[in-house]
């Protein structure tokens, strides 16, 4: 809310993500609070569908999103499209198994459409619905053929809009042996998610990984890293953009 009060009188922000400053939604009435003053008309004047709030994936306050926050697009941190990978990746995986997640998902997805076709939703019936998943592709892990198989068919039929993003090199993900995937590995498993299974699919454009700024860097490092992160056709910005219809 302070970012936005201090553009006033300049260009407004266009999209708003709650992520990256720890689980939104383990700070559930204070995010829904500052949603609220950023779509207020009064206020910031943001429309909902330019504001969305990431997560892990607390099923609780997922289910109670569609009625504090209606219209307000839902992005969940996947990481991993079976219960067995997403327990190595995802400490929340425990309490939270990957399908009654998914069925929370599917609830939200279904009152948001719902919504919109009688009218009252503040997306169009075209965008109501739409999850964002957020992937972050590790060479090795999470980023081959046989998960991309996986999760193609994890959310095939869903309305999905899959967001494939380089893991980006940290002291911390050293320690763990993480690394990028190879060159073309993350065009391939697009494809392989695009065009087998038909679920939309986009690669995030990264910045800031010269500064060690970019998604997921922003730890403390004895040494700034050289060498931002790979980019390649088909890579977004704003991925927000494409399920706005406002």
């Known amino acids: 809310v302070h970012a936005c009060a201090r553009t006033e009188g300049n ?3 266009r999209n708003v993500v709650f992520m990256g400053m720890g689980e939104p939604l383990h700070n559930y009435e204070n995010v829904v609070a500052a949603v609220r003053d950023m779509v207020d008309s009064s206020l910031f004047r943001l429309s909902p569908s330019r504001v969305s709030v990431s997560t892990v994936g607390i099923i609780p306050n997922i289910r109670r999103m569609h009625d504090d ?10 990481h991993a499209p ?45 965008a ?18 046989e998960q991309a198989h996986e999760l193609g068919r994890l959310l095939q039929g869903r309305k999905a ?29 697009s494809a392989i998610v695009k065009d087998e299974h038909k679920v939309f699919c986009t690669v995030r454009r990264e910045m800031g990984g010269d500064i060690a700024g970019a998604c997921g860097q922003l730890v403390v490092e004895g040494k700034t890293r050289k ?16 399920a706005t219809r406002s």
């Open 11 to 13: 260009q407004p922000p």
């Open 161 to 189: 809009i899959v967001n494939l993003i380089p893991w980006n090199a940290t002291a911390a993900g050293g320690y763990m042996g993480y690394v990028s995937p190879e060159p073309g590995r993350i065009q391939t498993f």
């Open 69 to 78: 926050l209606p219209g307000v697009p839902l992005a969940l941190s996947l």
């Open 227 to 242: 060498g931002g992160p790979r980019r390649g056709n088909g890579q977004v910005v704003d991925i927000e953009d494409l």
């Open 82 to 126: 079976t219960q067995e990978l997403r327990l190595e990746l995802v400490p929340t995986a425990k309490a939270y198994p990957l399908d009654a997640l998914m069925g929370a998902c599917d609830e939200h997805s279904r009152r948001a459409m719902e919504a919109a076709a009688e009218g009252s939703g503040a997306r169009k019936a075209d």
């Open 128 to 145: 109501a619905g739409t999850i964002f998943y957020e992937y972050v592709m590790i060479g090795g892990v999470n980023d081959g053929d």
